[in-house]
């Protein structure tokens, strides 16, 4: 079996029976490596991390992480293996940022429900790599849909999975701030050899990473191996009309809409 830390084979999944909402062959995720998970809305995006983390139950096919089937894995297990930013926040009422981050924690915990300095000075570590360590003591709920996004990024890094899935994690940043959390993902990354699946609807974003690049769209995972080229094929593909790529002076290809 090849090192991938999670791999999916011939899996289908569908809302409405006899109706799949999408089939999909193969999608690997290797340690270092950046994979980005493109297409329209409604595609199935957000559904298929649901099946990698085992919310949702396939068809057909399997999910491994390593060479283990995800249904042989306790959820503490998962937890230790795997970390998702969802693109929505949770309702947390009465909690802190700093006690939604130490949420992260919880899969580390032993026989003791509490945390170790040692788990603390994690949590502390990932609030100061989202620069979010100065909310530590605010409500969660009262602070902004960026810094909501940024808090359980920091969440996920402090459960030091091996794996991080990623729903839509910079949508509600500004340019400063996005360029800010990818850089801190892409250091994490390479130092402590993770695996990164990120569903993004920014393409320029996406491609400005050198990743990985599958498209899920009219019902087919495709691993996209010239993504980079941006063909009309391609762009009709996931976007239909109304979007056109242009080439920078460098030689990279970027979508924009189409006057």
Not at 42 to 58: D, Q, R, V
Not at 88 to 117: C, D, I
Not at 189 to 194: F, G, R, T
Not at 213 to 222: D, I, Q
Request: hydrophobic residues 45%; charged residues 20%.
């Amino acid at each position: 079996m090849s090192d991938a830390l999670l791999t999916i084979r011939e899996l289908t999944f569908g809302y409405q029976q006899e109706s799949p909402l999408f089939a999909a062959k193969h999608l690997a995720v290797y340690p270092g490596k950046i994979t980005a998970l493109i297409g329209p809305n409604g595609a199935g995006k957000s559904t298929l991390l649901e099946l990698m983390t085992g919310y949702l139950t396939p068809w057909s096919g399997d999910i491994f992480l390593g060479e283990t089937p995800l249904q042989n894995l306790t959820q503490q297990e998962l937890g230790l293996k795997m970390a998702l930013v969802p693109q929505h926040p949770p309702e947390a009422a009465g909690f802190t940022v700093q006690e939604m981050v130490s949420l992260g924690r919880t899969p580390h915990l032993g026989l003791l429900p509490f945390e170790t300095k040692a788990d603390m000075n994690i949590v502390e570590d990932a609030m100061k790599t989202l620069n979010v360590d100065h909310l530590a003591d605010q409500l969660f709920s009262v602070c902004s849909g960026g810094e909501k996004e940024r808090i359980l990024i920091a969440r996920a890094l402090a459960q030091q999975p091996d794996i991080l899935l990623m729903d839509e994690p910079t949508a509600n940043q500004d340019l400063s701030q996005k360029a800010k959390v990818i850089r801190a993902l892409v250091h994490l990354l390479k130092e402590k050899n993770m695996g990164m699946l990120m569903v993004t609807h920014d393409w320029n974003l996406a491609m400005s990473l050198d990743p990985v690049v599958y498209t899920l769209a009219k019902g087919e995972l495709r691993l996209e191996e010239e993504a980079h080229l941006l063909g009309d094929d391609l762009i009709e593909r996931i976007y239909g009309e109304g979007v056109r790529a242009a080439t920078l002076s460098d030689g990279r290809r970027i979508l924009l809409p189409a006057p």
